[in-house]
């Protein structure tokens, strides 16, 4: 017997229908209540059409040291996930050390900028 999955993203938007809250919930989850988040990035395959489909959402609470953060995890994820997929371990670590140094560069600005 196959078992199902449902998760569900709610989105409060402000009169500008700019996200205002995230909330998500996932059925087998263990956990009545929903979870904020500050944002998340969420993507389809589309096999048919060859083509990634993608909603990208922020609150505008998230700080830009928080986008930084969010964005170098989820390239780490993603090299181990693409790893996992294909055994291809001369890639992963390069989107590793690309992820690396993209947060570096970050960091840098941050210090220039004074923040």
């Given at each position: 017997?196959?078992?199902q999955?449902?998760?569900?993203?709610?989105?409060?938007?402000?009169?500008q229908?700019?996200?205002?809250?995230?909330?998500w919930?996932a059925?087998?989850?263990g956990?009545?209540?929903?979870?904020?988040?500050?944002?998340?990035f969420?993507?389809?395959?589309?096999?048919?059409?060859?083509?990634?489909?993608?909603?990208?959402?922020?609150?505008?609470?998230?700080?830009?040291?928080?986008?930084?953060?969010?964005?170098?995890?989820?390239?780490?994820?993603?090299?181990?996930?693409?790893?996992?997929a294909?055994?291809?371990?001369?890639?992963?670590?390069?989107?590793?050390?690309?992820?690396?140094?993209?947060?570096?560069?970050?960091?840098?600005?941050?210090?220039?900028?004074?923040?």
């Open positions: 017997m196959m078992s999955s449902t998760i569900s993203i709610q989105v409060d938007l402000d009169e229908k700019l996200p205002e809250t995230i909330r919930t059925d087998n989850r956990e009545d209540d929903a979870s904020r988040a500050k944002a998340f969420l993507s389809f395959w589309d096999g048919a059409e060859k083509t990634a489909l993608r909603i990208d959402l922020w609150t505008k609470d998230m700080m830009v040291d928080e986008m930084a953060d969010f964005v170098y995890q989820t390239l780490m994820t993603m090299a181990d996930t693409y790893g996992r294909t055994q291809y371990a001369d890639q992963v670590t390069d989107m590793k050390e690309f992820a690396r140094d993209f947060m570096g560069k970050f960091r840098k600005k941050q210090q220039q900028e004074g923040k």
